[in-house]
């Protein structure tokens, strides 16, 4: 006990060195708070990323490019499937219910985002099932992977809203603990389906996929949040709800929008083996960003959403650019030359392909810090960032049906850096304009 006592004291020591040399204040009791809620977060995720990388260079190596695109095609199907089920209320659920203290009134907002979600995901499953011909086509692919993205679709947004609960009632231990849980018993499926079954297509980590979002999202909804889910709907707390998610969602369409039309557009303008090699380049690169951002951003929204002047928060972000940028871009080349090399030879290793991702993955969590910073305070902010979002998803439509077709995947990962440099510059010029 009295080594653990050491290591986290050291962790804390250094962390402390860390805020005050950036910031220029005292590391108080707020940031050792946040500090050490992140510490949690970050063993369950280096587990949970361990798990998830161990997942996707196996099956990468196995599967090969052509199965391994189609696993990329039915994720990004099932994000875009997902957008009417959640509807933002995940979000509106993490920012109104993290405010309070108060259980009844956590429970009663917990309580009814779940029971919009739930009717909202049975009327999208229907609609989607009566259209299923035409959805397939639409997005490119056969009958059997657009179903099985819409199962996938369903219980990701029963995971989602668990998983976001456990954020707005601060369970981070809970959080931590369940994220590794999740990798793991997919990994282990995944072992079982390809070494002792002998599935060696990309089933093999679709059908784990789903069982791990259902079996995690009842053990978390039966051990931890059995005491604030009831059936009770708030219509009061229903249209607070709705007039948040209601930019939440074009907002959370338009995130999806531009993070998984490009593998769509690669896989109607080239081959379904050029998506599985761009897929391998993300997985090695703005992948692991994600991982990081939403590891950081289940502490950082709900606590900055209690934050009414964000002006001060805004200063702390400008200070920290300097180092994201700088440490970020070669930690990321290195990153993915690493995990590049561990995918074999049917993934081939482009520098130039690898510095551009590199540069868009920083350009992920630049980004994210502004909008979410932004989310947080309320309808007024969603309503800004959302102007950023929109803008980086239209404008990355337009240059990848641009610049595909002529650059293949370097017009692909291209558009992703230019419209997040256009979308970062825009929430910039807004901040700017807000602080007079």
Wanted: glycine share 8%; with cysteine; aromatic share 16%.
């Amino acid at each position: 006990m009295s080594g653990e006592k050491a290591i986290t004291g050291f962790l804390m020591g250094i962390s402390a060195f860390c805020y005050e040399h950036v910031f220029r204040r005292k590391f108080g009791d707020e940031a050792k708070k946040f500090t050490r809620n992140l510490f949690y977060l970050f063993g369950g995720t280096s587990i949970a990323t361990a798990a998830g990388f161990a997942l996707n260079i196996i099956a990468g190596r196995l599967l090969g490019p052509a199965e391994y695109g189609k696993v990329a095609l039915v994720q990004s199907v099932t994000l875009f499937l997902s957008i009417p089920m959640l509807l933002g209320f995940s979000n509106a659920m993490v920012k109104f219910a993290s405010e309070s203290s108060d259980d009844r009134q956590r429970s009663r907002v917990i309580s009814t985002a779940s029971l919009l979600t739930g009717g909202f995901v049975i009327l999208s499953a229907v609609i989607c099932l009566i259209f299923s011909s035409f959805l397939s086509r639409m997005f490119s692919t056969s009958g059997e992977l657009f179903l099985l993205s819409l199962v996938c679709a369903v219980l990701y947004t029963f995971y989602t809203m668990v998983t976001n609960a456990l954020k707005a009632l601060f369970k981070i231990k809970t959080y931590a603990f369940f994220q590794p849980a999740y990798a793991l018993l997919v990994l282990s499926i995944f072992v079982f389906l390809v070494f002792i079954k002998g599935v060696t297509n990309f089933r093999a980590i679709i059908y784990p996929t789903i069982f791990g979002y259902a079996i995690i999202g009842i053990l978390l909804s039966v051990s931890s949040l059995r005491p604030y889910l009831h059936l009770q709907f708030d219509w009061k707390w229903a249209k607070t709800l709705a007039a948040y998610s209601s930019f939440a969602a074009i907002g959370g369409l338009s995130f999806v929008f531009y993070t998984n039309v490009d593998k769509i557009l690669i896989n109607r303008y080239l081959t379904v083996s050029n998506v599985g090699i761009y897929r391998a380049y993300f997985v090695s690169s703005v992948n692991i960003t994600v991982l990081l951002w939403a590891m950081f951003n289940t502490i950082y929204f709900p606590t900055i959403s209690r934050y009414k002047d964000k002006t001060i928060v805004f200063n702390q972000i400008n200070k920290v650019i300097p180092y994201l940028l700088g440490l970020g871009l070669p930690l990321m080349f290195i990153c993915e030359f690493v995990i590049l090399s561990l995918y074999g030879r049917q993934y081939p290793i482009d520098p130039l392909l690898m510095l551009l991702f590199a540069f868009a993955a920083v350009l992920v969590v630049w980004y994210g810090l502004y909008d979410w910073t932004f989310t947080s305070e309320g309808t007024r902010g969603v309503r800004i960032g959302l102007l950023g979002t929109v803008t980086i998803a239209v404008l990355n439509l337009l240059l990848n049906i641009c610049l595909i077709p002529r650059y293949a995947l370097y017009g692909a990962v291209g558009a992703q850096i230019f419209s997040f440099i256009f979308g970062i510059y825009c929430l910039h010029v807004l901040k700017k304009k807000i602080a007079r």
